[in-house]
């Protein structure tokens, strides 16, 4: 897969400029393709427009040569954001005691997706969520998709 081969050319050559790969995503809409990075800084998981300007001229450079993708495509370079995807392990405990939906590949308890809390990674590697209802323990391979949840950090004033 062409995200694939991206974030693996991209994963080191980032993290040597100081920054973390948090996603990449190759969107089509009517034949125009968009190439989105999101990233951020590994010393304070921040990112602003000076950021983005010059991992674009970075990735830019790095993707000229690499050539993954034969048609033309717009480059959009990114932080997370308030819903910041948690994409990696690490994330579940980075991001403890912060409210996350995440949606598991198939049901638990009657039902795919949980809000909660973020409460770490337990000591087997399954990640920790406090819902409503009930103490879950998750694998990390079970999970489809993951996120801050925007809407709890916006009531509560959590900028991430």
Same mark, same amino acid.
């Given at each position: ?6 974030? !693996?050319?991209? %994963?080191?050559? %980032?993290?040597?400029?100081? +920054?973390?790969?948090?996603? *990449? ?25 000076? !950021? ?13 040569? !690499? ?9 959009? *370079? ?11 392990? !690490?994330? +579940? ?9 995440? *949606? ?9 997706? +949980? ?46």
């Amino acid at each position: 897969m062409v995200e694939e081969q991206i974030r !693996d050319s991209l %994963l080191l050559r %980032l993290k040597k400029l100081g +920054y973390h790969l948090i996603r *990449v995503k190759l969107i089509t809409v009517n034949t125009k393709k968009t190439l989105q990075i999101m990233a951020e800084r590994i010393k304070d998981k921040k990112m602003d427009i000076e !950021d983005c300007a010059f991992l674009s001229k970075h990735i830019s450079t790095f993707l000229e040569i !690499d050539d993954p993708i034969s048609s033309s495509y717009l480059l959009e *370079v990114s932080s997370g954001g308030l819903a910041r995807p948690l994409t990696i392990i !690490d994330d +579940y405990e980075t991001f403890k005691y912060n409210k996350a939906k995440i *949606v598991l590949k198939e049901k638990f308890l009657g039902k795919r997706t +949980y809000k909660g809390f973020l409460k770490g990674i337990d000591k087997n590697g399954k990640i920790l969520l406090e819902t409503d209802k009930h103490k879950i323990k998750i694998n990390f391979l079970e999970i489809e998709k993951a996120n801050i949840d925007p809407n709890w950090a916006m009531e509560n004033n959590q900028f991430i």
